[in-house]
């Protein structure tokens, strides 16, 4: 059984994962209709990630005997003012996310909860690579989003984002 603090805090994640996915599919929706489906295909694949880690925290807690509640997704802001604000706001994002996560760590090991450090690891890994993908998205967009041409060609490689189901997530 986990302490009461620790599965609420996982618990509030879970809004906070699937929130994530509901802002990236809002990015999406603005590429979309801006014209760059490459980008767009990009943030619903991440999107589907998202919604992963809100399954593997529901699933941990349901292993560990906890009742799961949900509460109300907040709706994603949508006023962007180029195709460069989503990737901004999406880096602003994911450090945002890290400092829960990290917090969710911090409060585990005060309470020497070292079957929850332990998932969350899984989670300190993976919001270093979504930090660093962002962060990717940036210098490629100031790089080569100035013309036609190079967006075109950043688009198009944007698209070819595979989506694969994590198999080495989270030890439960
Ligand atoms: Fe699930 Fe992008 O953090």
Known sequence: ??????????????????YSAYLYLDFANYYADEG??????WY???????????FMMRRYLINN??????????KPNKE???HMDPLEKGLEHEQYVTSLITNIYHVAFEQKDYKTMQFLDWFIKEQGEEETNA?????????????AKGLYALNQE?????????TTGPSM
């Open 80 to 82: 962007f003012k180029n």
């Open 135 to 147: 962060e990717d998205m940036i210098k490629k967009m100031k790089l080569f989003g100035h013309d």
């Open 158 to 166: 944007l698209a070819s984002r595979v989506y694969t189901p994590s």
């Open 1 to 18: 059984m986990l302490e009461k603090k620790i599965a609420d805090l996982l618990n509030d994640q879970i809004n906070k994962e699937l």
């Open 65 to 74: 005997g906890i009742r799961v509640t949900f509460d109300a997704i907040a």
């Open 36 to 41: 760059l489906d490459g980008f767009a295909h």
């Open 44 to 54: 619903e694949v991440q999107a589907q990630e998202e919604r992963d880690h809100a």
